[in-house]
T-cell receptor, first 116, second 115 residues
Framework: DTGVSQDPRHKITKRGQNVTFRCDPI?????LYWYRQTLGQGPEFLTY????????KSRLLSDRFSAERPKGSFSTLEIQRTEQGDSAMYLC??????????????FGEGSRLTVL | GNSVTQMEGPVTLSEEAFLTINCTYTATGYPSLFWYVQYPGEGLQLLLK?????DKGSNKGFEATYRKETTSFHLEKGSVQVSDSAVYFC??????????????FGAGTRLAVHP
């Protein structure tokens, strides 16, 4: 399977704990995105990378959230001191930035976070 | 930045009925427009897209036309099937001060098709 893969698929944690999610994009894609989706809502943009550079961060991304893409391939999203309001599906997507790019994103199946 | 408003759900139809899900957007310029679908238990998948005004995107019997005059991108299907039951998201490409290199998603419209 050469699609976007995310790990873990489901994480249950206690409030105050730290969690980390990993995303492996489609191999030839140089852009990687993180979105958050809560029940009954559409995905909300969090941040994106082009290669290893983090080019945009949403105001939704509080200082407890940090994302990295150290070698321009996989990415991690860490949430420190989790709160119950962080419970959501965290979606990763990738795309290729080139002259033919129309903006289409390819999504993984998501990592569901439940904070107790 | 760009924003999107789509028809609230749920939409409940009988098999073979005609479907319309409305989507309007506000944008700087003329962004590419997308419809994504999320089937139960699955990730978001691209359904169709249109990259410029008057383009018609189509896939699996679904169609949507990029209308710059009305800033709309309504999704239609002539005859829905039970297997079309899913949540549908309209998504213009982002823009303005927020940057163009992302998609802005609507809240989604849940479609339930009954036999």
């Amino acid at each position: 399977d050469t699609g976007v893969s995310q790990d873990p698929r489901h994480k249950i944690t206690k409030r105050g704990q730290n969690v980390t999610f990993r995303c492996d994009p489609i191999s030839e894609h140089n852009r990687l995105y993180w979105y958050r989706q809560t029940l009954g809502q559409g995905p909300e943009f969090l941040t994106y990378f082009q290669n290893e550079a983090q080019l945009e961060k949403s105001r939704l991304l509080s200082d407890r959230f940090s994302a990295e893409r150290p070698k321009g391939s996989f990415s991690t999203l860490e949430i420190q001191r989790t709160e119950q309001g962080d419970s959501a599906m965290y979606l990763c997507a990738s795309s290729f930035a080139g002259s033919s790019n129309t903006g289409e994103l390819f999504f993984g199946e998501g990592s569901r976070l439940t904070v107790l | 930045g760009n924003s999107v408003t789509q028809m609230e759900g749920p939409v409940t139809l009988s098999e073979e009925a005609f479907l319309t899900i409305n989507c309007t957007y506000t944008a700087t310029g003329y962004p590419s427009l997308f419809w994504y679908v999320q089937y139960p238990g699955e990730g978001l998948q691209l359904l169709l897209k249109a990259t410029k005004a008057d383009d018609k995107g189509s896939n699996k019997g679904f169609e949507a036309t990029y209308r710059k005059e009305t800033t709309s991108f309504h999704l239609e299907k002539g005859s829905v099937q039970v297997s079309d039951s899913a949540v549908y998201f309209c998504a213009p490409r982002g823009g303005g001060s927020g940057g163009y290199n992302k998609l802005i998603f609507g809240a989604g419209t849940r479609l339930a098709v009954h036999p």
